[in-house]
């Protein structure tokens, strides 16, 4: 399934308990991105996109503290997290409207393959296999890569050579890194890929999984809510970070995205962004596609935690 939203209504979302905080810290970066976007929109006037006067950005919202649902008092899921945040700069940067297209994590090679959409933010890392579907902006957010299981099995599964047997399930998801990597360090495990990072913890939790391949401040973000997770071992991988896909070949943008970024990071916006998105994370949220209404679906209640 591929929802678009038009970003009006999507950064700010939040419980009643956070509402002071996610609002001021989300006005003084917007109102920072806008002087910057007026600014830079006469330098990236001619930066071609795939529909005029927006930026398209493919997410999949599965992935706290980078892009989920945050569920406010009513129940309502509005799109959430850091990414989300630095889409909506780097729009006001380039003086554009933001569109966003959510889809599974493969959704989002896919759409960057077939240059339906602009960039593609889902805390990717620029592995050199990618590059042939898409080009790698800045990293904008330094993190890394772990094993993950739970805290009964901590003293079990916490090395590679305990891991790397056919009789232990090990889980990542579909089309990233940490599936890579799962079958670079453990190719005798039963390896066991899922779409959603949301699936990987269920099966983890229900003991259908022994151990999983999880991005560190996701995993951290996880054991907020689910104190039984335990981060067992850095995982080693050669780029420590996550970087913006931007569609192949537009010099134009790619130079537009990585000058956004930076103005994030020196006016203190990335770091806001971070902050903020890490605390909606910890309250009530929801990761994955919602139905044709825009709804959390009664089949993926188990997802929405607090």
């Known amino acids: 399934m591929k929802r678009k ?12 308990s956070m509402t002071a905080f996610a609002e001021e810290s989300t006005e003084g970066a917007t109102e920072g991105a806008t002087e910057a976007g007026t600014e830079a929109a006469a330098d990236f006037s001619d930066v071609e996109t795939v529909a005029e006067g927006k930026l398209t950005v493919a997410t999949s919202p599965d992935f706290a503290p980078y892009e989920f649902y945050a569920i406010d008092e009513d129940g309502t899921p509005s799109l959430a997290g850091f990414d989300i945040a630095l889409a909506q700069y780097i729009a006001d940067y380039m003086g554009l409207e933001l569109e966003v297209v959510t889809v599974d994590f493969d959704g989002v090679l896919t759409e960057l393959q077939t240059k339906s959409v602009d ?26 890569q772990s094993l993950v299981t739970v805290k009964d099995n901590a003293d079990k599964y916490n090395s590679f050579d305990a891991v790397n047997n056919s009789d232990v399930s090990v889980g990542a998801q579909t089309g990233s890194i940490q599936l890579d990597l799962a079958n670079e360090n453990t190719p005798d495990a039963d390896i066991i890929s899922l779409p959603k990072v949301t699936d990987i913890i269920a099966e983890l939790l229900a003991g259908k999984l ?38 192949k070949d ?54 929405v935690t607090e």
């Open 5 to 16: 939203i038009v970003a009006l209504m999507l950064i700010g979302c939040m419980t009643a």
């Open 119 to 144: 960039l593609g933010m889902a805390g990717l890392s620029p592995d050199p296999a990618r590059e042939a579907i898409m080009d790698f902006s800045d990293i904008y957010y330094e993190g890394g």
């Open 210 to 247: 022994d151990a999983a391949y999880i991005e560190t401040a996701v995993a951290e973000s996880y054991q907020k809510n689910y104190p039984d997770l335990e981060i067992v071992m850095d995982v080693p991988y050669d780029v420590k970070g996550s970087s913006i896909g931007v569609c």
């Open 250 to 303: 537009n010099e134009g943008l790619m130079k537009a995205v990585n000058a956004a970024i930076a103005a994030a990071k020196e006016d203190g916006s990335l770091e806001d962004f971070i902050a903020e998105a890490n605390a909606l994370a910890a309250g009530e949220k929801y990761e994955g596609l919602l139905d044709d209404n825009g709804e959390v679906a009664e089949a993926s209640t188990e997802a």
